[in-house]
């Protein structure tokens, strides 16, 4: 299974264009899966289940409503089981992880750096998942490890963040997101009009979404850059031309 990563500032609008590609399938493109079947998926792996027992849970997960009741314990066992493997797993994660959980910046509250963390490990956990699994397409990811370095690199410096990308684990490709840092603060200030670091938060972000694409591309990951300042629409169509010429969508 590949694994595509969105990145850029918080407001920038990447949850939206994901969705809206997972939702509605462009042609000449593999299927683009939520993460929230991963917890399914690495259940079936894992146990292995006949077809008819796969079906018919497939089918019940679908449904939103069992879906909040399936999703918890699994998605409980899908991170244990991760997090487990992950004590022996091969290059480069061990290097990743070691540098990605070091000291964090003494300026950052304690509850705050928990929470990155927190946040970190559940996306460890999620592209461990990914890339173990079976099957054909892409999962796309807008709160990957491309995007956590984002929020963990608000508190390091600009050294540690680099390497922070030249040891993620790869993906198969990843996403920037742009818009204007004016348009960005606008739609932050729409969603909480109470918080004032708006200014500094987006121009780290770009800052860091700089050092990722130059990092990412010395090791030839492939690393596109897509205008959110317009319309939805748009910025969807233009990311699905911009994933249809990669190679390692098509196997080439």
Same mark, same amino acid.
């Given at each position: 299974?590949l694994?595509?990563e969105?990145?850029g500032?918080?407001g920038?609008?990447?949850?939206t264009?994901?969705r809206?590609l997972q ?5 000449g ?6 993460p929230?079947?991963?917890p399914?998926?690495?259940e079936?792996q894992?146990k292995r289940?006949?077809?008819v !027992? #796969?079906?018919?849970e497939?089918?019940?997960? +679908?449904?939103?409503?069992l879906? @909040?009741?399936m999703?918890?314990?699994? %998605? ?8 487990r493997?992950?004590r022996?797993a091969?290059?480069?994660w ?16 304690e ?7 927190r946040s ?13 699994l ?11 490890l491309a995007?956590?370095?984002i929020s ?7 050294a540690? !963040? #680099? ?5 993620m684990? +790869?993906?198969a490709?990843?996403? @920037?997101?742009r818009?204007?840092?004016a %348009?960005?603060?606008?739609r932050?200030?729409?969603?909480n009009p109470?918080?004032?670091?708006f ?12 050092l990722a694409g130059?990092?990412l591309?010395t090791r030839g990951?492939?690393?596109?850059d897509?205008?959110?300042s317009?319309d ?7 990311t ?13």
């Amino acid at each position: 299974m590949l694994r595509i990563e969105f990145m850029g500032p918080p407001g920038v609008g990447k949850t939206t264009v994901v969705r809206r590609l997972q939702d509605d399938r462009a042609p000449g493109l593999p299927a683009l899966h939520a993460p929230q079947w991963l917890p399914l998926w690495a259940e079936h792996q894992r146990k292995r289940p006949n077809a008819v !027992t #796969r079906n018919l849970e497939s089918i019940l997960y +679908a449904r939103k409503g069992l879906r @909040r009741w399936m999703r918890p314990r699994l %998605e409980k066992e899908m991170i244990r089981h991760a997090l487990r493997a992950l004590r022996d797993a091969p290059g480069p994660w061990p290097e990743f992880l070691r540098g990605a959980l070091g000291t964090p910046d003494p300026e950052i509250p304690e509850a705050l750096a928990l929470e990155r963390l927190r946040s970190f490990a559940f996306s460890a956990a999620q592209a461990w998942v990914a890339d173990s699994l079976h099957g054909q397409g892409a999962v796309v990811f807008d709160e990957g490890l491309a995007q956590r370095g984002i929020s963990l690199g608000q508190g390091m410096d600009v050294a540690r !963040t #680099r390497e922070f990308y030249r040891r993620m684990p +790869a993906p198969a490709a990843v996403v @920037r997101v742009r818009a204007s840092s004016a %348009e960005i603060q606008a739609r932050l200030r729409t969603r909480n009009p109470d918080v004032t670091r708006f200014n500094a938060m987006v121009e780290r972000a770009f800052e860091i979404g700089e050092l990722a694409g130059e990092a990412l591309g010395t090791r030839g990951i492939p690393v596109v850059d897509i205008d959110a300042s317009g319309d939805v629409e748009s910025a969807v169509q233009e990311t699905a031309r911009a994933l249809k010429g990669l190679s390692v969508m098509s196997g080439r």
